[in-house]
């Protein structure tokens, strides 16, 4: 038995926590191209109810994926979070992946406090960072490939309408941005 939900988020709703801050050794480039930052060690279910995500660059992670290049300790990106997906590769097993719709270039020096977790759930005003001044652009997703370029899109396909095409019908049945409709499937 397949049970669905569907959620339409209303931009006046407060959070008092919608931001997941990340401490990543991971570049701009690298987050866009993957389509969202992962793999972390977090509560999907509290990250799931934030609105964004701002990456943090750790300047000093030896690891070899490490490319970042923004100064230690600075918020280099923020995006609208679409969802929270287990992480894909298999040593990340129990680690997730958030995904985004959106993302801008930020450069805000100094948010990252030197907690010991890498991820923190807060708000953009606790980091200093006024959505109003980003510009945000969308995730290019290239149709052309199979879908290849959206991160999941092997599990959209259900039957024959994909996950895509039920959001923008619900969107324009609704009035709302795409970007407001989740659509959740437990089976």
């Known amino acids: ?10 931009a006046s709703m407060t959070n008092s926590e919608n ?10 480039e690298a987050i866009v191209r993957d389509g969202g930052s992962s793999a972390w060690k977090l509560d999907a279910a509290r990250a799931r109810k934030c609105e964004y995500l701002v990456c943090t660059q ?3 992670n030896p690891e070899s994926y490490a490319d970042g290049t ?17 992480a894909k590769a298999p040593q990340d097993t129990g680690r997730w992946m958030i995904e985004f719709s959106e993302y801008a270039r930020a450069n805000q020096l100094s948010v990252w406090t030197g907690d010991r977790n890498p991820v923190r759930y807060t708000t953009l005003d606790e980091l200093g960072i006024d959505v109003d001044a980003l510009r945000f652009e969308k ?3 290239d149709d052309s490939a199979a879908g290849a370029a959206q991160p999941g899109a092997e599990a959209e396909r259900a039957g024959g309408l ?6 923008a019908g619900l969107a324009q049945s609704f ?4 970007d407001a409709i989740e659509i959740v499937i437990r089976g």
Do not use: W
């Not at 038995?1 to 209303?10: A, N, P, T």
């Not at 997941?20 to 050794?25: I, M, P, S």
């Open 70 to 86: 923004d100064p230690h300790g600075s918020a280099f990106l923020v995006a609208r979070i679409s969802r929270v997906v287990p």
């Open 1 to 10: 038995m397949i049970v669905g939900r569907i959620v339409c988020y209303d």
């Open 162 to 167: 994909t996950i895509r095409e039920a959001k």
């Open 19 to 28: 931001t997941v801050a990340v401490f990543t050794g991971k570049s701009f």
């Open 175 to 178: 009035g709302v941005d795409v």
């Open 58 to 60: 750790n300047a000093h």
């Open 139 to 141: 995730i290019q997703v």
